[in-house]
């Protein structure tokens, strides 16, 4: 065995190894080899050994892990501004703390910024997040790419799809489609014929369908037990049951690098916007003004200024009712909404119209709950001003053709608004291609934070229309005998905006990018479809809303329960649903129900979670006898 002489220490007292004892260091740096060499990897070579085991890394919420998440070297949070406020693709921008992926950037086409102002008046904070610099006014329009423009050679498309083993959408269609004709498909007694699938709990080949041939996608396959990590409130316990969150159509969890992203904005930008010299106050604006950017990207806006920062989606309604709506909405003027709608696109039209003499029309729906296209032809008229429809329902999942709605309002001179509160998290939406005048979504349907939401609207409508609230920021000048607003969108923006929360919205779109909405969007489909064939096996259980194009929502009634009565059962199990009429009572009426339960999903949900929510149900309905005795 080799020995060594005694050597001093780090300080300088020497004489720490005994004669005839191996070195100690030598020993760690070759147990560090060592374990660095197991198939698992998990001993980081860098600890002496012996040491306790390290907690996780919450900077590391996704690398390595998730799709696509290119490993970045670790930082403090705390990290100096010269350190970590680097160039695109480097620093901030590019450490997983802040959810900023540097796949999705690199896939992206580059957004041209403006150049910063220079000289003495000049902040000194450089840009933050892939180099968004929208802190500054810009002197011609901020062009952002869009799917019209779009090279050829460049899919809108950023991600391949994959199949997860799951039904599909042909055999989601066929149930639906069964279900009219009073039949009900029998799903499989239990999950246990499953076990020997591959992964994600698929269904034995000879139960799907022949997955599509799909080319080779530069990102790993979806994997939902490693976005699962990203959710620390998926570990929390209810009545002694883990956690099961099927209530994503009323609010989603946000990943760990959301939450991360507002503490360092606390800790490190926290400063009012656009109107101080101070370093905070450079910081935070970029922040703000970076968020917008990235909503405008994720939505396909031509500009960063067409995009409206408020609380949520019926703020958003709210906005443009009480500012183009009181502006062009006269007497015999009509208005055009869904029986899908949500309270919060139904109520402001109404007070629109009764303020100005206006009259609703409601577009009906068929017997599965889908837009009755035809019946919405017959509603449009010359006096037509606007129509403002969902483009996902939240209480059936129905998903509405918003962009032959938009486009047959446009042949009549109306203005088009989208209510996308349900639809930005399943799905890829692009405003330009959909041609909306205005698209509202709320960021806590998104995996972001609550009290953030956004309004698009087109340039040209926003330049035109008055300001909503008065007040800071949205000025310009102000004598005591006139005020001049500012362009859009800061003349909606009245007062201290909520910045913090903007910002962490930025963090989850970036977040949901990373992985890829088109995956997403096919593992929510396709667990949309294993769960409609588990619900169909409950005796006694009726879905509400079944129309062949539905998004991740399941409302349903059990025979011999209230809805609010399963809500409680399931509750006592861990399982959240939402039982109620939702905030659309028009549309659960037309269905001859009062509440329903709905379980809505999410990508981080599972099967096995799904298998649970159905072991109860039929455990509840096979009470139903006893419980009517």
Partial sequence: MTTVPSTPTSDGVGGAVPAGLPDVTLLAQLAGEFFAALPSGSHDARLPFGAPPQPPQTELALANRAPALAPAPARPAAAPDEAVDAATGTGRGANPVYGVPEAYAAALPRVDSPEPPRGPQAPSS????????????STA?????????????VPEDRVTARSFGLPGDAELRALLAGLGDG?????????????SAPAFYFLAPSDTEAAPAIGQSPRPAFDVQAVRRDFPILQERVNGRPLIWFDNAATTHKPQAVIDRLAYFYQHENSNIHRAAHELAARATDAYEGARNKVARFLGAAQTEEIIFVRGTTEGINLIAKTWGAQNVGEGDEIIVSHLEHHANIVPWQQLAAAKGAKIKVIPVDDSGQLRLDEYRKLLTSRTKLVSVTQVSNALGTVVPVKEIVAEAHRFGAVAVVDGAQSVSHMRVNVQDIDADFFVFSGHKIFGPTGIGVVYGKRDILEAMPPWQGGGNMIADVTFEKTVYHGAPT????GTGNIADAVGLGAALDYVERIGLENIARYEHDLLVYATRGLL????????GTAQD???????????????????????EGIAVRSGHHCAQPILRRFGQEATVRPSLAFYNTCEEV?????VLKRLAGNTGRKAS
């Avoid at 039949?183 to 076990?195: F, H, I, Y």
């Fill in 537 to 544: 096996t409950v005796p006694g259980l009726t879905l509400i």
């Fill in 141 to 153: 329009p901020s062009a952002l790419p869009s799917q019209k423009d779009a090279s050829p050679d």
């Fill in 611 to 615: 298998d649970t929510l159905v072991a």
């Fill in 183 to 195: 039949k009900r498909e029998q799903a499989p007694a239990s999950s246990s014929s499953l076990a």
């Fill in 126 to 137: 450089p840009y933050y997040f892939l180099g968004e610099a929208s802190a500054y006014p």
């Fill in 491 to 494: 003349r909606f923006e009245a």
């Fill in 550 to 572: 539905k998004a991740s929502v399941l409302s349903f009634v059990l025979e011999g329960y209230r809805p609010e009565e399963v809500g409680k059962a399931l509750n006592e």
